[in-house]
């Protein structure tokens, strides 16, 4: 890959694993330096460490445990970030969680935690890292919604409150930096093909008594015209674009990868 990112460094929230990781490892074989964050196994951590590392000649990728849902470590993963490459150009926050459930019986703890984490993360991170990149006149910021954070399903209040939060918060910030070289972007995939995501198809199988294939695609990929998954290497490529060369006109942006969702 052409190391179109060479010289720049990008920080990316949830990178231990699916969207966050395939983002990261793209940034760096465009010759970004990365940090990653994220929850996980301490050896599933270890190993996206060692694969970001090796991309960029290092043992392993730095790395922060930060806790997305304390707007203190938030924003101490920024400076962490910060101090450890001098600088930081690029931040994406990705990481989010799901729960779903009836409104009336939706969990209060599980609401105020998608909203933490979801949305108010993006805000403190944005916060923090905004004040270098404006003493720089340089700057891309990518927030990972979803195709949620432009429809809505059912069951899924906490999450598509968030994630719409996620897109005007970006709309937001991107006035604010308007006549500045910093951009503000957001990302709203449909359904991407991840360990998570593919491991909700057999219980709609068994739930439904179809197959695995029509489970995926009658039911799970049911607003999604494609009936295909978005892979992550797409989503990836799109975030590559919004912090690459010739991408400074696209700011406070939405946009779709959804397989025609938002289309329909």
Known sequence: MDQVLAGQTALVTGSTSGIGLGIAKIYAEAGAKVMLNGFGKPEEIAAARAEIGAIMGVKEAPYSAADMSKPDEVRGMVAEAEKQ????????????????????????????????????????????????????????????????????????????AAKHGVVGLTKSVALEVAQSQVTCNAICPGFVRTPLAEAQVKPLAEKNGVSEEVALKDYLLAHQPSKRWIEVEEVARMALYLVGPGSGGVNGSALSIDGGWFAS
């Open 85 to 160: 490459f001098g600088k930081l150009d690029i931040l994406v926050n990705n990481a989010g969680i799901q729960f779903v459930s009836p409104v009336q019986e939706f969990p209060t703890a599980k609401w105020d935690a998608i909203i933490a984490i979801n949305l108010s993360s993006n805000f403190h991170a944005i916060a923090a890292a905004l004040p270098g990149m404006l003493a720089r006149n340089h700057g891309r910021i990518v927030n990972v919604a979803s195709a949620h954070g432009l429809v809505a399903s059912p069951f899924k209040t906490a999450y598509v």
